[in-house]
């Protein structure tokens, strides 16, 4: 069974701010979708032994030396072997500081993986890093995915954010529009319109992108305080910054800094804010009231502990600040 | 997450409870991993299904989240994944919730 491939990028992940989060989602994307599998499987695995002695060091040479054998290894398909060949080029450029390492380790991926299943999610992964890096090689590299066996709407729409991240603009309208051809989902369509929509506002088309922008809308889904689990607002509130429109922009960025503490939002707002009010200096005030007028209340659940005893969250919270994460192990 | 641990010593005393709610439901490989980094914080279980508490209550359909909530139980806070600079943020807003008494 194919199982649907989630939605990788969060949404502070912009052009405005590229980074190591992308490879942090896909890794958690894949890792999370194991769950269930990795439990009814024995330790003996590849993957298992690997993420063991991960576990045990902390030593990020150590660390890619792991994932390194771990690639070259007889390693199962799909996503176990991407999430490590990710995590293994997050350690290598952040803790490293060796971007050259990062790329050995996807090209040692495509060469291992070069006629199997997991190939083309081998190539996928390795297109983002280039988009990430904006390098000269992502027109070849789209390229040749589209020789293999014919992409899904899925396939198209990484293709577009990764090209949305190196900036290729009609690149990435083109992909975002095959993904629309081809949608199956509602999700789909709403990821593939705000594509298209932040390529046109890219490509000096502001209203179009408006309209796409709307449209997305429909078919995304919102959640907590009014939030996009996607860049909509992000790109939304820029691009009526582009257009003039300071108050529709500080709308649409306002919620992104207050709750997510978006950089690439709070310097936007600080644009739009300076233009609208002649100076940025109410910008602090105007945070701190919307977020006493709109924080949501954190919803109640009780859940038990790994020694088996139950909690409720409004009990353990109590009068107190708390720090709530959710999280996998890795 | 591991990094929750330092924050939670430095500043349980004062009023601050840190909550991890492990989300794929590999207990084996949770329980390695809290036991492996020491973690004395509260942890939390939950089943992999698409109704569990945090797909149904908070939306979080991906990791790691964070949510940042004030004495009066409304998230103030939330940083949708973890990105290089995130520590220093979340001990700021963290300090800011501490002080807030009301």
């Known amino acids: 069974m194919r199982s649907r491939p989630m939605r990788w990028y969060g949404p502070g992940v912009s052009p405005l701010r590229p980074g190591a989060i992308v490879a942090t989602f896909l890794a958690c994307a894949s890792v999370l979708s194991l769950g269930c599998r990795a439990k009814s499987r024995p330790d003996t695995r590849p993957y298992s032994e690997a993420q063991r002695r991960l576990l045990q060091s902390a030593d990020p040479e150590e660390r890619v030396r792991v994932i390194e054998k771990f690639l070259a290894g007889p390693a199962e398909e799909g996503k176990t072997y991407v999430s490590l060949l990710e995590e293994g080029a997050l350690v290598a450029e952040t803790e490293l500081n060796d971007p050259d390492r990062a790329e050995s380790l996807y090209r040692l991926a495509l060469t291992e993986s070069r006629g199997s299943r997991r190939s083309r999610l081998v190539e996928l992964s390795y297109l983002e890093w280039l988009g990430k890096h904006r390098d ?36 990435a309208e083109l992909h975002a529009q095959q993904a629309l051809e081809l949608q199956d989902t509602a999700d789909i369509g709403g990821f593939a319109l705000l594509n298209i929509g932040w ?26 305080a009014g939030l996009s689990p996607s860049p909509l607002d992000l790109y939304w509130g820029q691009t009526h910054l582009l257009m ?3 108050d529709a922009a500080i709308d649409r960025l306002l919620p992104e800094v207050v709750f997510r503490g978006n950089e690439g939002a709070l310097r936007a707002l ?10 940025a200096a109410g910008l602090e005030g105007a945070l701190s009231a919307y977020q006493q007028e709109h924080a949501p209340p954190a919803p109640d659940f009780t859940l038990a502990d790994y020694e088996g005893v139950s909690h409720r969250f409004s009990d353990l919270v109590r009068g107190k600040a708390a720090v709530l994460v959710f999280w996998f192990p890795t | 997450m591991p990094r929750l641990e330092p924050l939670w010593r430095k500043y349980g005393r004062e009023g601050l409870v840190v909550i991890a709610l492990e989300t794929t439901g590999d207990d084996d490989l949770a329980r390695r991993f809290i036991a492996e980094k020491g973690l004395s914080f509260v942890l939390l279980r939950q089943e992999p299904t698409r109704h569990n ?20 139980g409304r998230i103030l806070h939330y940083h949708p994944s973890y990105s290089p600079g995130d520590d220093a943020r979340i001990e700021k807003q963290v300090l800011e919730l501490l002080l807030n008494q009301s």
């Open chain 1, 244 to 246: 003039g429109n300071d």
């Open chain 1, 136 to 171: 000269a090689a992502f027109p070849a590299a789209v390229d040749r995915l589209q020789e293999g066996e014919p992409l899904e709407a899925w396939d198209h729409l990484r293709i577009s954010d990764a090209a949305l991240a190196a900036s290729l603009w009609e690149l």
């Open chain 1, 199 to 224: 390529a046109e506002a890219n490509l000096g088309r502001p209203e179009q992108a408006l309209r796409s922008f709307q449209s997305a809308d429909r078919l995304l889904p919102r959640h907590f």
């Open chain 2, 53 to 72: 508490v945090s797909q149904s209550l908070y939306g979080v359909t991906f990791c790691p989240q964070t949510f940042l909530i004030d004495r009066n």
């Open chain 1, 270 to 279: 600080e644009l739009a804010f300076e233009r609208e009010h002649g100076s």
